[in-house]
């Protein structure tokens, strides 16, 4: 790890380069799985299925703050949010959801269809993958 992350530190120690932002994306995906592949196995989290609506014609600065209030509520619990500007069937929307902790995301996910609605969301379908 210590020698990869050596090779890495020339991107960014290096006086004369330009780090692209297609750089800086490359590096940091090689440094999230070096790190990842040193973790033990203590240091995972238990996952889940991921639990996503699809939130029609809503912009993700307004929802921003629903999501951190879901992460703030329910530890292990992460808020994600796939926004889509061209989608042929829901045209501009986002794919909205949570996911982590399963004893938590279910509640998360009912926590966060009360808050679509109370921002008046249009909402698609729900694309919860029931196990």
Not at 25 to 30: D, P, R, T, Y
Not at 68 to 97: C, M, N, T, W
């Given at each position: 790890?210590?020698g990869?992350?050596?090779?890495?530190?020339?991107?960014w120690?290096a006086?004369?380069?330009r780090?692209t932002?297609?750089?800086?994306?490359?590096?940091?995906?090689?440094?999230?799985?070096?790190?990842l592949s040193?973790l033990d196995s203590h240091?995972?989290?238990a996952?889940?299925?991921?639990?996503?609506?699809?939130v029609?014609?809503s912009?993700?600065?307004?929802?921003?703050?629903?999501m951190?209030?879901?992460?703030?509520v329910y530890?292990?619990?992460?808020?994600?949010?796939?926004?889509s500007v061209?989608h042929?069937?829901?045209?501009r929307?986002?794919?909205?959801?949570v996911?982590?902790?399963?004893?938590?995301?279910?509640?998360?996910?009912?926590?966060?269809?009360?808050g679509?609605h109370g921002f008046?969301?249009?909402l698609?379908?729900?694309?919860?993958?029931?196990?």
């Amino acid at each position: 790890m210590i020698g990869s992350a050596a090779r890495l530190q020339g991107l960014w120690a290096a006086p004369r380069r330009r780090l692209t932002a297609f750089g800086a994306l490359v590096a940091a995906v090689v440094v999230a799985k070096i790190v990842l592949s040193q973790l033990d196995s203590h240091h995972v989290v238990a996952a889940s299925t991921p639990w996503p609506v699809i939130v029609l014609g809503s912009m993700e600065a307004t929802l921003t703050p629903l999501m951190q209030e879901i992460e703030r509520v329910y530890a292990g619990v992460k808020v994600f949010s796939l926004p889509s500007v061209d989608h042929p069937d829901y045209g501009r929307h986002i794919e909205l959801g949570v996911k982590g902790d399963p004893a938590a995301v279910a509640a998360a996910y009912t926590t966060l269809l009360a808050g679509l609605h109370g921002f008046n969301a249009r909402l698609g379908p729900e694309l919860v993958r029931k196990t």
